[in-house]
């Protein structure tokens, strides 16, 4: 292993919500997250609902895999209604991204295709549709 190659272990919980008290306001933790999805979604909250009234996220450490989201809102929605709705338009942004990029380079979606093709065989993403079979 070199000296750039750094083994984080993996979270605890994949997801969990904090918080007592009115439903308006709550802290979501994300299992093997970072700032990335963590700033994203603290953007697409403040900028996308007029309900909330405070949205910010914190790194506990930059060993531990997991990233924190605070959402306060008005008594008008909930934190969790917000905190779903700003995952469905952060998703919905990437995909707009995303097709746009594969349209202008259409490496970019062979690139894709191999590294889902990549990922299947080492086996990640077989828990999901592990996961739906049972729902059935």
Known sequence: MSVNEVKLKRATEAFAIKGTGPPTSRTIV???EDHTLGNALRHVLLASD?????????VPHPAEPIVQVRVQTTDKTTALDAFVTACSTLQNQCDILLEK???T??????DRIKMEELLLEEG?????????EQDE
């Open 105 to 110: 380079l259409p490496e970019v979606k062979e």
């Open 50 to 58: 007029a309900q909330v009234a405070f949205a910010g996220y914190s």
């Open 101 to 103: 990029l594969e349209e």
């Open 30 to 32: 994300l299992g093997d």
């Open 124 to 132: 990640y993403g077989q828990e999901d549709d592990d996961e739906e």
